[in-house]
């Protein structure tokens, strides 16, 4: 995820901004930059000098401990690649066409590519391939003398995610920042100020911080910051104190990457669905523009991945054969290479994997390729090999995922199939509107929902604390719950390093039934669906085996009272929802586990984030 930071004040702003895109580096990232207005030495006209490296925060560090500006008011970044490359060009701070006005943006601009026609057609010129250029254009489109009204015109044409920092050399006593679905404090020092993205980049310089609202500007002068809606009605801004060291706030306060990460889930989520959703459930992809034509021809999906990717494909599978009643094959890419896959070119090879590199996957794309298959990868990386060598990518933008184990991306994975399932169904004409409808509304309802359970850490916690003694432990579902019980049972196994595997419910009785006694708890997946009664009655057969079970049940759900050993209620949502919250309480279970026995978490014993052989 791109990191922000912006310094007004009586200091030197090079080394401190310097010192802050180190402290940002954490949340990963692939380019960095500043801008640093330089002052006017003997009545010289005022100039911004910019300094950029492609690659790390350290290599930008080297070019200005060579060359370092002078000057009190700057902005950096640290720029993690969504629109276009990780190159010089792309890295911020971005410029208008006379190189007054200098932007670092955080988060994704929809409406970029409407913006931009409209600007090139008016003469101005786009070196990067990036959205976020847009911005300094239209700043100085409506420039009249005043950066602020400028800002806000812009701002009022943008839609999308945006954190902003931003200034221009005709008023060299003004740094304005803006958020908009993307968070930006501003910290208040004594006589000093900084615009940041993550309270991290600024925790040694100050614990005093504004935190800006949602479609709220931030001016901020050698007088202090005040706060504005992009309408200009004057805010009375939120000051917090911020009792974190520096330490702590590496991690965004949290103890860990991997529980950071799940606490992303629902903004990830979002972004998974950010611009490519219609109240109608009308589904695009920028990046992903087969024809209808194209689309109609096919007769099956096959979705290849690994590990936790490969448990996504399994969901994806279900879901597509379900809404568009298209035959679908989830299958370990692994294997895939070694069978004689029966398929060609009416066939939809969807290769999911989150950091775009795993060897095994990407050798099971170049067959699909080979055999003529059209194909697409649904990955977290962009321009990473797995969408490169495909026709088309579905991106989570789900930002840097440090911990090994995969969270917030599984659950980014299935938004993304479920809208690829739905622009499949469009095509086909196969989901009445108004279940697209009740689609929409299920998927706009998760962020929310996702916070809820978020909240609930506590409960689970408590839960995985009692669990914590057993060494062994089956997941058991059914239907989309079965993949969510692997899944449940990998998060498990890799971090804690308890033995865990999972079942569907039906195969329960035909083999891993023998496993369970006392000692051997089974996680229950029961939450609503077609199979639930199903899982019930399995849950009546585990319990006559004295195995401890912890249930997760729909609320309100009281089938499995003084039945099962504990029951964990989640709420009542669709069948597809549920895949993400049961996951997302299963992630958080193992967390716990895990940390109560004292693993490392974000880095388990044996494993790399990005598997690279095969
Ligand atoms: C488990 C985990 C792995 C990955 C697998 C595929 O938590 O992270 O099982 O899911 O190595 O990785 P990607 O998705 O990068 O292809």
């Not at 920092?165 to 003004?174: I, K, Q, V, W």
């Not at 809820?452 to 914590?468: C, F, P």
């Not at 585990?542 to 029951?567: F, H």
Request: proline share 4%; with cysteine.
């Amino acid at each position: 995820m791109c990191g922000i930071i912006g310094y007004l004040g009586g200091r030197e702003a090079t080394p401190i901004l310097m010192e802050s895109l180190k402290r940002l580096e954490y949340r990963g990232y692939d380019s960095a930059g500043v801008a640093v207005l330089e002052l006017p030495k003997n009545g010289a006209a005022t100039r911004t000098s910019v300094t950029k490296s492609e690659a790390k925060v350290d290599t930008l560090i080297e070019k200005l401990n060579a060359n370092m500006p002078t000057g009190k008011l700057g902005i950096g970044h640290t720029r993690w690649a969504t629109h276009g490359k990780p190159t010089y060009i792309n890295a911020h701070p971005h410029t208008d066409c006379h190189g007054k006005i200098f932007v670092v943006h955080n988060g994704i601009i929809e409406n970029f590519a409407e913006l931009k026609a409209e600007l090139k057609a008016e003469g101005h010129e786009f070196p990067s391939e990036t959205d976020t250029e847009v911005v300094p254009h239209l700043i100085e489109k409506y420039y009249k003398g005043d950066f602020l009204a400028a800002v806000r015109a812009a701002l009022n044409r943008i839609q999308g995610a945006y954190a902003l920092a931003m200034f221009s050399s005709d008023d060299p006593e003004l740094l304005v920042g803006a958020r908009l679905n993307a968070p930006l404090v501003v910290g208040l020092g004594d006589d000093e100020y900084y615009v940041a993205s993550d309270i991290t980049a600024i925790i040694p310089y100050t614990k005093r911080v504004l935190v800006l609202g949602e479609g709220e500007v931030a001016a901020v002068t050698p007088l202090g910051a005040e706060v504005s809606t992009l309408d200009g009605v004057t805010v009375k801004p939120k000051i917090v104190h911020v009792d974190w060291d520096v330490t702590q706030a590496q991690k965004g306060g949290f103890a860990h990457f991997m529980l950071k990460e799940i606490h992303e889930t629902d903004e990830a989520i979002a972004n998974a669905m950010r611009g490519r959703l219609t109240d109608d459930g009308l589904v695009a992809f920028r990046e992903f523009e087969a024809s209808e034509e194209e689309l109609k021809k096919l007769q099956e999906v096959v979705l290849l991945g690994m590990g936790t990717s490969l448990h996504a494909a399994m969901i994806g599978e279900h879901v597509l054969e379900d809404w568009v009643g298209i035959p679908a094959r989830a299958m370990d890419a692994s294997e895939f290479r070694y069978r004689r896959p029966t398929f060609g070119e009416h066939t939809l090879s969807v290769v999911i994997t989150q950091s775009g590199e795993t060897a095994d996957t990407l050798v099971a794309l170049h067959q699909a390729r080979e055999r003529g298959a059209l194909t697409v990868a649904v990955t977290n990386v962009i321009a990473s090999s797995a969408a490169r060598d495909s026709d088309g990518a579905i991106y989570l933008h789900a930002g840097p995922e440090i911990g090994v184990a995969s969270t917030k991306t599984f659950n980014s994975h299935l938004i993304s199939l479920y809208l690829l399932a739905m622009r499949l169904a469009q095509a086909n004409g196969r989901i009445s509107l108004e279940r697209r409808r009740e689609l929409v509304e299920a998927l706009r309802a998760l962020p929310d929902q996702v916070r809820t359970l978020l909240g609930r850490d506590k409960e689970i916690l408590a839960l995985a604390h009692k669990y914590s003694q057993y060494r062994n432990f089956m997941y058991a579902g059914r239907g989309l719950g079965y993949p969510v019980a692997l899944e449940g049972a990998l998060k498990l196994k890799e971090i804690s390093y308890v033995h865990a595997e999972g079942t569907s419910g039906g195969e329960l009785k035909h083999g891993p039934i023998a496993l369970l006694d006392e000692q051997f708890p089974v996680v229950a997946i029961c939450t609503a669906s077609s199979t639930k009664e199903k899982m019930v009655s399995n849950v009546h057969e585990i319990v006559a085996r004295q195995a401890p079970v912890l249930a997760l049940v729909s609320e309100g759900d009281s089938s499995l009272n003084g039945v099962a050993t504990d029951i964990f209620e989640m709420p009542a949502v669709e069948e597809a929802s549920s895949a993400i919250l049961n996951t997302v309480m299963l992630q958080l279970f193992a967390y716990h586990v895990a940390t109560k026995l004292g693993q490392d978490v974000d880095q388990p014993r044996n494993l790399a984030k990005s598997v690279t052989v095969e």
